[in-house]
């Protein structure tokens, strides 16, 4: 098995040996077959290589044989807490702080009936959906790294986006600074090649916080980049474990709460008495229930009157309202899903909520989920909400979104990976916006679940 | 003999397990256990350590359900399982390299490379166990995966984050050596 670059291959050299050695193992990796066959039949030097190779490695094959070993199975699931697993009418976490509420009976029966259309889709399923499942996410995978791709190269030395520069509003870049780390941590793959990114992404929002805890200036809209700008830094700390981020995380965490009107919810402005809205409301509710899964114990009460709140937009379909029942100014859908994510979320963080709000609700986006979303805004929290609740259940609706998203995305030119802010919200978020609503709402499909 | 499994058209392939593994279904975790046991301890068997294979294995499923997050299905699911199963064998090849160190006076610096419990093996078995011990920790790796695992070059390279020249010029070295060690063992040259 020596090398000799010597011998001729198609009238020239022989190919390298490493390639020769090669073709024997995996043809893709070697020389074009045909060449190399038409090679062999004239260099014996390389057909004796091929030979020596073939040989030895038959020889390890038979020889090195092993037989196999005892079930690993029990010894695998030992190591396992049984509460890490997904069971029926009730959820506990895997691998992190454990939550053991009682679960009583009615509960359980509502969990079943939450349940039960997707379990009995599973079991009968199984197999297909989760394929399905599988191969939806191999092809938005590429297109879910060029848009990351596009928001990384975006990204300012400082840690932010030019909010104003990608088509969105100067006053929400706080918003769209969060959406943009959202869209990394969620829809990233935890690579640590993005530790950097976020690191300095977070200096940004820790910069942008005034002394009351609030991240970014005081307007219309203040709740608004508050609430996604401290769900931002919460993923960032999930990710990077950055202890500086512990303290502004505390103190944006207490200003949601003061925040809070006496009825649950949260409005657009800074202050108590704001008018509530489910809009503002649900991504105030997300960072209090990621802060709650990452160990910040002094938010269920602000979390228990959210979701009474909440319960009081619902009316009998299980659609959500914006500022009361009945109330839909563009419609129920995305209020619904925002609605449904929230209360869903909850829900698989063992925090307590009506069964029979729940199996109301659960009809609710039932019947909704036919309908594919016609805003980024509006896409995530349909693939958000329909994720918590049932992935395989609903894996058809979120095939179809999804690729919908997909067929969506610039292919060419600079804003390659992109989406067009050409919705309802994209004078406001512009192309930042855009592009990390998308990418978070084909992000996969743990990704959103707050219990994950 | 290739370990690596192929999957009957109706079963779930490895990466949709994955998507409901990653929602902690203990069901689908299960299957893929069951379905790639054999492949992960015979590769820890091979690597060097033929007693401790099933703890490693059994290790490394652990891990894979801890990193469940982690996975995409960008990339075949047992390259992930097999870059988990590389980083449990380095650490516990420096496992071993510390209580080495502490107890240097009663191992021998063989150890990493010495598969014990050789003797429940027989004579053909050892030769090939013995003559992958005269392979670099890079060498055997290359030539474990690939061989026994039936891994592509190219997904041994991403695997081990070389270059896909990299893993030819191991694996053609790695022949050559275990060729020879292959002869030295029978005392003769041929091998065939």
Known sequence: ?452 | MIIRQTEAADTPADEALMVLVARRDKEAFTTLVRRHQNGLVNFFRRMGDYNCADDLAQETFVRLFKYRRRYRPKAKFTTFLYLIARRTWIDHCRALERRKRAYEKLVEAEILREPSGTDALDDAKARAAAALNVLTDEMRTVVVLSIYQGFKYREIAAMLGVPLGTVKTRMFHALRKLKEALSDAEGHGKIV
């Open chain 1, 1 to 452: 098995m020596q090398k000799d670059t010597e011998r001729s291959f198609d009238g020239g050299r022989c190919p390298p040996s490493e390639d020769v050695i090669a073709a024997v193992l995996d043809p893709a990796a070697g020389p074009n077959a045909e060449q190399l066959r038409r090679h062999l039949a004239q260099c014996a030097a390389c057909r004796a290589l091929v030979e020596d190779g073939r040989a030895v490695v038959g020889r390890l094959r038979r020889e090195g044989a092993v037989a196999p070993r005892p079930d690993l199975v029990p010894g695998v699931l030992a190591r396992i807490p049984d509460q890490a697993w997904r069971v029926s009418g009730r959820r506990t976490l895997a691998l992190g702080r454990v939550y053991r509420f009682p679960v009583r009976l009615p509960v359980g029966i509502a969990a079943a009936a939450l349940l039960v259309l997707g379990a009995a889709l599973a079991l009968r399923h199984a197999a297909s959906r989760a394929t399905q499942a599988a191969t939806v996410a191999l092809a938005q995978t590429g297109a879910v790294d060029s848009g990351l791709d596009w928001i990384l190269a975006r990204q300012k030395p400082s840690g932010g986006w030019d909010a104003k520069a990608l088509g969105g509003a100067p006053e929400y870049a706080p918003a769209l600074d969060g959406l943009a780390v959202l869209a990394l941590t969620r829809a990233g793959d935890a690579r640590s090649a993005l530790h950097t990114p976020l690191a300095r992404a977070a200096s940004e929002l820790i910069g942008r916080q005034t002394g009351d805890g609030c991240i970014g200036q005081d307007f219309d809209g203040t709740m608004y980049n508050h609430g996604i700008a401290t769900l931002a830094l919460l993923e960032i700390y999930r990710a990077t474990g950055e202890a500086r981020l512990r303290d502004p995380i505390a103190k944006a965490l207490a200003f949601i709460r003061e925040r809070q009107s006496p009825a649950g919810g949260w409005g657009y402005r800074n202050g108590r008495d704001a008018l509530p809205n489910t809009s503002i409301t649900a991504w105030q509710v997300q960072s209090l229930l990621l802060a709650d899964r990452l160990g910040w114990q002094t938010n269920r009460i602000a979390v228990r009157k959210a979701m009474a709140w909440l319960a009081g937009t619902v009316n009998g379909n299980g659609y959500f309202g914006y500022e009361r029942a009945q109330q839909f100014p563009e419609g129920p859908k995305t209020l619904t899903m925002m609605g449904a994510y929230c209360l869903l979320a909850a829900r698989r963080l063992d925090i307590p909520v009506d069964p029979a709000l729940l199996a109301r609700v659960t009809r609710g986006i039932g019947e909704l989920a036919g309908e594919k979303p016609t805003d980024y805004y509006g896409a995530f929290f349909y693939s958000s909400a329909l994720t918590v609740a049932d992935p395989v259940a609903f894996g058809d609706a979120l095939a179809a979104a999804g690729s919908s998203l997909v067929a969506g995305q610039r292919a060419t030119g600079d804003e390659r990976g992109t989406w067009p802010a050409d919705d309802r919200w994209g004078r406001a978020g512009g192309r930042l916006y855009s592009t990390s609503m998308a990418l978070l709402a084909l992000a996969s499909p743990q990704a959103n679940d707050p219990a994950l």
